[in-house]
């Protein structure tokens, strides 16, 4: 079965930086574009970033752009998401998701893009 694992989340303080890291088995990682997306309080899902199969090519938020890095190793079957200066406004559960094929074919994906979620792992970015 598809298991998405996420780790690396904490409490640090603006103007820090995280490393997430995802792992994933179950399928076939190299074959498939992968998502973060990110739940604050109170607010909807908000997509992140997305790395298409080849990890070649990748799209960000606005709010996240120069600041957030997704990459993946396809032999490790494992994302991460690079996250530098964060703010405040960072602060939510970080998920990975499993995108429906092997690139981003909207902008922003839609939810109904994510075939898979991973049980998340928290951000709080607080002094």
Known sequence: EVQLVESGGGLVQPG???RLSCAA?????????????????GK???????????????????SVKGRFTISRDNAKNTMYLQMND????????????KHVGSQLYTNPPD?????????????????
């Open 16 to 18: 820090e930086s995280l």
């Open 25 to 41: 088995s179950g399928f076939i990682f190299s074959k498939y574009a992968m998502n973060w997306v990110r739940r604050a309080p």
């Open 44 to 62: 909807r899902s908000e997509w992140v970033a997305t790395i298409n199969s080849g990890g070649d090519d990748t799209t960000y938020v606005e």
């Open 111 to 127: 939810v109904n893009q994510y075939d898979h979620w991973g049980q998340g792992t928290q951000v709080t970015v607080s002094p």
């Open 86 to 97: 964060l703010k405040p406004e960072d602060t939510a559960v970080y998920y990975c998701t």
